[in-house]
């Protein structure tokens, strides 16, 4: 694996979950989610690829989540993504329409609820621990525009 | 009062306690009173005398052969006791004993001088060799029956038998057998007397005797006198038997028993001699003589010389007692040394483990103050470099752990007029306050100086005069440089300094030229300058010598690891490049020398231009996304657009390496060009490969994204390559 993204990987119950720091591009993301399609165990039966810090993606990598999502599907396990609200790796996301095959969450599932993971609320507070790389908000006046809000993509 | 001292032996075993030296007379004579002296003369006299009638009494022949004539006995023991110079009492007496049985005044005057000399003679012999009057040794026995009787009386029988032949009592024919029996008659008084007088006064010189040890004296001379008195004139030959008893008295009593048992052994002896019963009956005068005097012989010799054997044994016993208990006593004392020596040794550990935790405590101090040193250094360094517009500053200072003392590495950075920047990086020579006050004046001094004349050569030359006039010239290497953001020129003069290090995308080059000794060591100082202009995204690396010098490495070798490590480098981030390179070079744990590093770097676009080019490979697009990333941030693009940008430019970058090249053996260059003008972005991504149909790429997201997330795309073809204009309005003020 490349310098540009890390891997820590965690399992609770049945469910893995994988949390991918750094960038993903065309160099490292076919290599990295094939390793993770080998690498879950058949006892997983969801996946939960976190990418709250991530801060790169790009549309090989997006296409790498679909042949890993297409891979576990077979395997009868679920993929889902987390890509926190703010997140700079968000509009890919949403212009790939990858949420219509992949479920997207805006934050992780508590660990010791993992069962309770489909039912959390679109909106969900973003994991507390790890915040948004980028802050648009820490200086809503610098610029005295107030217009911090309206970079967002929608 | 003339006897000599020099004649106490001193060749014999060393005097005991018990026993005193035999020359008490000598300081007996000068204390005692005329009157004592007197009546021990009268007494010595009345003894002589008495002993003299004695002796007549026990005379085997009328009065002319006294086998046993105890005067001169008397007269022996009186003056070994009491000294030579009562030899007047002996004379005296000697006189009135031989005037009524002389034939003349003149013989009997003679005679007494004869008896008076032998005596005088006995103790002058005795003194001479040493003898002690407590018989105790052996030698002393030797002495006594040798010189005190045998040879001594040879005086007195001489004398004694020629005057009896001068005064007509005996005939010449008769002087062998009268000189005999005078000769054997004083020996045997001495030896049978004398003893016993000398051993009366160890009654109370020596240790008294117990009860239990008087009545077996007692009974010792009853059954000797009974033996002896019934031996003597019962049994013709069994006199001997009289030496059994003798021998117990010695062996039980020493001298004290066997010379009084020996005198009345010899006392019956002779007057049964005298009286010709028991043995002596009907034998010759001859016979009887020879029986007599052999018996009295033995008997001396027995008496004395167990009792000064035995005597001998006691003392060695007792000296041997005495040497175990003074051995006892000092390993009593030497344990008792060795345990004060044990308990000083344990004081003493004692104290050196106190001064050893003393020397911890001093210890801690030195890491104090290596801390305080350590704040004070960096406190002397700027605590944060100055935000210059158009370039990135990062700096870093480790100090040594191999020394206590204050490092003089340094560094600085000054804006200066008309936008220059003036760098610097130094090193003085030598630790500890002068070096860091040193230190403190050149980098003051030098700000005064460039803010004044950035010119190199002239903030050198400032810089040197300040180090000549220090008090103490400390040696000074320093660089300092000036870099003119809008020409990206950089001036510099190196004062014995290594030199610094300017890299790009894998090349670097050391910046050569304009070096000249370090300040303060040349008395003219005249420094030249050298420029170059720095290449587009160029980074500048200033380092102290610490960085690259090991033991054992050159420092060609050690420039060289520099200029790859810094150039292997990932260039974004030049706050990881310091941190990077600390790590790659110094060994956390030993850091011999301290170390500074500068690094700047100028912003990728000084005229509002980004320029990029490089191998059309995968692992090159991260390159790409930082150099734009960074373009755009410092171009003040909101991080939102920033970031969208970022994805539209990869995807068109992703392109040229995925397609562009295919088929050839080795990848094309990618060129990435951006140019801002106010809000309005164009970003260029060409190349020299072949466009291929969209159709062929999977999933085609590659130009929706781009399309998506620019205003406009602009895709054109040629034969010589592929050129796609990525265009759109951002949004400024990207430091939100």
């Known amino acids: 694996m ?47 690829v976190d990418l709250s810090a991530t801060t790169y993606l790009d549309s090989a990598a997006i296409a790498a989540f679909f042949r890993l999502s297409q891979r576990l599907r077979d395997r009868r396990q679920d993929l889902r993504l987390v890509v926190p609200d703010g997140s700079p790796i968000r509009a890919v996301i949403e212009l790939t329409r990858l949420s219509q095959v992949i479920p997207v969450d805006e934050s992780a599932p508590e660990p010791s609820d993992p069962m309770a993971y489909a039912a959390l609320p679109h909106d969900g507070v973003p994991d507390s621990t790890e915040p948004p790389p980028v802050a648009d908000a820490a200086e809503p006046d610098a610029d005295g525009t107030g217009t911090a809000d309206g970079h967002r993509n929608g | 009062m003339t006897t000599g001292v020099g004649a106490v032996g001193t060749s014999g075993p060393a005097p005991l306690p018990a026993a005193g030296p035999f020359d008490p007379p000598a300081r007996d004579e000068a204390v005692i009173s005329p009157a004592r002296r007197i009546a021990r003369l009268a007494a010595i006299a009345v003894a002589y005398y008495l002993g003299a009638r004695l002796g007549l009494r026990l005379s085997l022949v009328g009065n002319d052969v006294t ?124 030896l049978a007397v004398a003893p016993f007088l000398l051993c009366l006064p160890l009654f109370w010189e020596q240790r008294r005797w117990p009860l239990r040890r008087w009545v077996e004296a007692v009974t010792i001379i009853v059954v000797a006198t009974l033996v002896v008195a019934s031996v003597a004139t019962t049994g013709p030959h069994i006199i001997f038997l009289t030496l059994p008893v003798l021998g117990w008295a010695a062996w039980r009593l020493q001298l004290r028993g066997a010379a009084p048992a020996a005198l009345i052994a010899s006392l019956v002896a002779t007057w049964a001699a005298a009286e010709q019963v028991g043995p002596f009956e009907g034998r010759t005068l001859l016979e009887q003589m020879v029986t007599l005097q052999a018996f009295n012989a033995c008997v001396a010799l027995t008496s004395f010389f167990l009792s000064a054997l035995v005597s001998e044994r006691m003392q060695t016993a007792a000296a041997l007692s005495a040497a175990a208990s003074e051995l006892e006593r000092r390993v009593e004392q030497r344990t008792a040394q060795l345990s004060a020596a044990n308990t000083r040794l344990v004081q003493e550990i004692q104290e050196r483990s106190e001064a050893q935790e003393q020397l911890s405590h001093e210890e801690a101090r030195a890491q104090r103050e290596h801390q305080i040193a350590e704040t004070l250094q960096r406190s002397l360094l700027p605590d944060r470099l100055p935000d210059v517009p158009g370039v990135a ?231 790409v ?23 539209a430019c990869g995807e068109a970058c992703a392109n040229v390496v995925q397609h562009a090249y295919s088929g050839q053996t080795s990848s094309g260059e990618l060129v990435v060009e951006a140019r801002l003008d106010d809000d309005r972005l164009e970003v260029r991504v060409r190349d020299h490969g072949h466009w291929r149909p969209a159709a062929d790429r999977g999933g085609g997201w590659g130009l929706q994204l781009m399309d998506a997330l620019m205003d406009d795309v602009d895709v054109e073809h040629t034969t010589g390559g592929t050129d796609v204009r990525l265009r759109r309005r951002v949004q400024m003020g990207g430091e939100g």
């Open chain 2, 625 to 647: 996304r930082s150099a734009l990333r960074r373009w755009l941030k410092e171009s003040a693009v909101s991080d939102h657009d920033v970031n969208e940008v970022l994805v």
């Open chain 2, 393 to 623: 500053l990062a700096a870093r200072y480790v100090p040594a752990t191999a020394d206590v003392q204050v490092g003089g590495d340094w560094y600085d950075v000054v804006q200066l007029p008309d936008g220059l920047i003036g760098l610097a990086i130094g090193d003085v020579a030598g630790h500890g306050l002068t070096a860091a006050a040193t230190m403190v004046q050149v980098r003051m001094a030098l700000r005064a100086y460039a803010l004044q004349d950035p010119s190199p050569p002239a903030v050198m030359r400032g810089v040197h005069q300040l180090v000549a006039q220090l008090p103490v010239p400390e040696m000074v290497t320093l660089i300092y440089l000036v870099y003119d953001p809008a020409t990206r020129r950089l001036r510099w003069t190196n004062a014995g300094h290594p030199p610094a290090l300017t890299f790009t995308d894998g090349h670097g080059a050391y910046l050569e030229g304009a070096l000249s000794p370090p300040v303060g060591v040349t008395v003219d100082g005249s420094f030249t300058e050298a420029s170059q202009v720095l290449a587009p995204g160029a980074t500048l690396l200033l380092y102290t010598d610490g960085l690259v010098e090991r033991r054992g490495v050159s420092l060609t070798a050690g420039l060289d690891r520099l200029d790859r490590e810094a150039s292997a480098a990932p260039v974004d981030d030049i706050e990881a490049l310091c941190d990077r390179l600390l790590d790659t070079f110094l060994d956390e744990d030993h850091i011999e020398d301290d170390v500074a590093i500068l690094v700047m770097r100028p912003a990728i676009s000084v005229d509002g231009e980004l320029d990029v080019r490089l191998p059309a490979e995968a692992r090159n697009l991260v390159q």
């Open chain 2, 67 to 190: 086998p046993l004539w105890p005067p001169t006995g008397v007269a022996v023991a009186a003056l070994i006791v009491f000294g030579r110079s009562y030899w007047p009492a002996v004379a005296v007496a000697a006189l009135a004993v031989n005037l009524p049985i002389s034939a003349n005044p003149l013989a009997a005057v003679v005679t007494a001088v004869g008896n008076t000399l032998a005596p005088v003679v006995a103790v002058t012999l005795l003194r001479r060799v040493g003898f002690r009057r407590e018989l105790d040794r052996q030698r002393d026995a030797i002495a006594i029956v040798f010189l005190g009787a045998l040879a001594s009386m040879l005086v007195s029988a001489t004398i004694g038998a020629v005057t009896l032949v001068a005064s007509g009592s005996i005939t010449t024919a008769e002087l062998p057998a009268a000189w005999a029996v005078w000769w054997t008659g004083d020996a045997m008084g001495v």
């Open chain 1, 2 to 48: 490349s310098d540009l993204a890390r891997v820590d990987t965690r399992r609770t119950g049945t469910t893995q979950l994988v949390r991918i720091t750094g960038e993903l591009d065309l160099s490292n993301a076919r290599e990295l989610t094939d390793a993770l399609g080998h690498a879950v165990p058949t006892g997983v039966t969801h996946v939960v």
